[in-house]
């Protein structure tokens, strides 16, 4: 009998990685598909969120309103942060003449320590065909306005159907235990994600103020702007931190005739997300999210692989919804506990703080467990 329960256990875990690699073959297959419709739901987790905390900051405010403010709100937020790139961009390139002869100097100097000849900018501009570059900066342009229209889309029938998501979730259960099972799953997952985003936000804003405030000192160009690409990068694990230090030091090499505020900008900002990132950021994300360290370095590469920016962009809340639900079924429960912490996939939310209105959801999960008249009647 042990034998016998050894080789089930073996065969069970092998058709979980069996599961896993098809899954992801069939996610990266779907790709085109599931991206924009996984930012949408991204989207409408974040604007269900603000319109919780809304709805809880003031008491009086109707659920349709709160979501409806929630949504002006984020679209104010999102008009904003394109006004501001678009600002600096615009700069940048009018500062692009002022810039050049200094790039031609830098460039003549590293090409002399080679014995080779350099271009000037000017010279490598003439020899641009511009039809090339269009089109190489246009098909992806294009690919991402159109993804952009799709998510949108996507997010506006979302919202519109989030009440009879609801009812669906609870009428899928016949018993209560598994409608009360489900709600709890449901939350934990919620909660992960928000814990993200406010996570991510606060370790983003920490980095960009002290960032700011580094090269204001410095005197570099367009500090704000930087700043602001900073907060927006860090969103992105890892790799939105390496291009938020390597981006103002090679901007200082055009603006400044020296290198010692390129290095020094480069230093600085490297000890900065590295004091945030190892010391802040692991000691939030093991409170918090209960996710290893390492797990999130792995889960941004696998996510990238299938689903590209995208899912760099949601790896960690990606991995917080896969580790939860893993941890429901007997057979795929020990990658849940690889995935977490400390061992313990179900330790995410204890001791957390408790969300705007857990209380009108576990109220409301008692009335919703048995329909009233009015909702059979729907």
């Given at each position: ?104 100097s830098k460039i003549a100097a590293v090409a002399a320590q080679f014995g080779a ?262």
């Open positions: 009998m042990p034998e016998s329960t050894r080789l089930s256990t073996t065969a069970r875990n092998c058709l979980v990685i069996i599961a896993v690699i098809v899954t992801g073959a069939a996610l990266r297959w779907m790709t085109d598909i599931l991206s924009p419709l996984l930012m949408a739901v991204f989207l409408m987790v974040m604007i269900d969120s603000f319109a919780r905390v809304i709805r809880h900051r003031l008491p009086g405010v109707p659920g349709g309103a709160s979501v409806i403010t929630a949504v002006v709100v984020s679209l104010i937020l999102l008009g904003l942060s394109m006004v501001i790139v678009a600002e600096n961009a615009t700069g940048f390139v009018g500062q692009i003449d002022e810039y050049a002869p200094r790039l031609n000849d350099a271009p000037t900018l000017s010279q490598i501009v003439r020899q641009v065909n511009p039809a090339q570059v269009f089109g190489i900066i246009g098909a992806p342009l294009q690919g991402f306005i159109a993804a952009a229209v799709l998510v949108l889309i996507y997010l506006g029938f979302l919202i519109a159907s989030r009440k009879a998501f609801e009812r669906k979730l609870v009428r899928l259960f016949r018993e209560r235990e598994g409608r009360q099972h489900a709600l709890a799953v449901f939350l934990r997952v919620r909660d992960g994600v928000e814990r993200y985003l406010w996570i991510q936000t606060v370790t983003g804003l920490i980095i960009a103020v002290a960032s700011w405030v580094v090269m204001m000192a410095v005197g570099l160009d367009n500090a704000f702007f930087w700043a602001f690409l900073i907060f927006i990068v860090n969103y992105v694990p890892i790799v939105g931190a390496a291009v938020g230090v390597i981006l103002p030091a090679l901007f200082a090499l055009l603006q400044f005739d020296g290198y010692w505020q390129a290095f020094t900008l480069l230093g600085v900002l490297w000890a900065i997300t590295f004091i945030v990132g190892n010391i802040i950021l692991p000691r939030m994300q093991g409170d918090s999210l209960n996710m290893d360290p390492v797990i999130v370095l792995l889960s941004l590469a696998f996510w990238g692989s299938i689903f590209g920016m995208t899912g760099m962009f949601l790896s960690t809340p990606l991995t917080v919804l896969v580790m939860v639900i893993l941890a429901q079924f007997p057979g795929s429960r020990w990658v849940a506990v690889l995935l977490s912490e400390e061992g313990d996939p179900e330790a995410m939310g204890r001791g957390a703080h408790d969300s705007p209105d857990e209380g009108d959801a576990k109220s409301g999960s008692r009335n919703r467990e048995e329909p009233s008249p009015a909702g059979r009647a729907e």
